[in-house]
T-cell receptor
């Protein structure tokens, strides 16, 4: 069964360092997303991406965050200068159509980021 | 703004039915979802319901939607120990495009 894959599964970094989290969405999907879950808190939307541009972003997704689809398969989340409060599990997701279409959103297993 | 709430914890015995409840505040929901998260794993889509439906059944899972009360439930029949996990409800709204709003999750513990 097709699945969303994420790397790395866990990354530890020093505050102020740049981090890139990678995702390979399901191959025929057109919509891509990043969510995060701070330990003990709700899963929160960060950004959605369609047709090579950001379609929506939340207040959390400030200037230190960026997303990119550098080739036909990868979808990356870059955090430019990490802060302690960026420590969280970051989930990538993809869908074949927008949520108003099929309604199905598939998540990867997550990348745990620990900022020291 | 929109808010999705769930109780934190549910404990049931193996073989019993589990009912996990969720309430939401925004009446413009289009789809409502149930996701399962096992320890150390990602979010697995279990089922979803379109907002013009009252009920959806899929094998052991039954989703009930009460739009008037803004209440969503997930019933798991014949609960097994492998069903132990955190269950998240989530919604997407008419005016929020592709954004999912999640509840805080309900931890289901199934005792043998």
């Amino acid at each position: 069964e097709p699945e969303v894959t994420q790397t790395p599964s866990h990354q530890v970094t020093q505050m102020g360092q740049e981090v890139i989290l990678r995702c390979v969405p399901i191959s025929n999907h057109l919509y891509f997303y990043w969510y995060r879950q701070i330990l003990g808190q709700k899963v929160e939307f960060l950004v959605s991406f369609y047709n090579n541009e950001i379609s929506e972003k939340s207040e959390i997704f400030d200037d230190q965050f960026s997303v990119e689809r550098p080739d036909g398969s990868n979808f990356t989340l870059k955090i430019r200068s990490t802060k302690l409060e960026d420590s969280a599990m970051y989930f990538c997701a993809s869908s074949e159509a927008g949520l108003a279409g099929t309604g199905e959103l598939f998540f990867g297993e997550g990348s745990r980021l620990t900022v020291l | 703004g929109e808010d999705v709430e769930q109780s934190l914890f549910l404990s049931v015995r193996e073989g019993d039915s589990s009912v996990i409840n969720c309430t939401y505040t925004d009446s413009s929901s289009t789809y409502l979802y149930w996701y399962k998260q096992e320890p150390g794993a990602g979010l697995q889509l279990l089922t979803y319901i379109f907002s013009n439906m009252d009920m959806k059944q899929d094998q052991r899972l039954t989703v009930l939607l009460n739009k008037k009360d803004k209440h969503l439930s997930l019933r798991i029949a014949d609960t097994q120990t492998g069903d132990s996990a955190i269950y998240f409800c989530a919604e997407t709204l008419n005016n929020a495009g592709n954004m999912l709003t999640f509840g805080g999750g309900t931890r289901l513990m199934v005792k043998p």
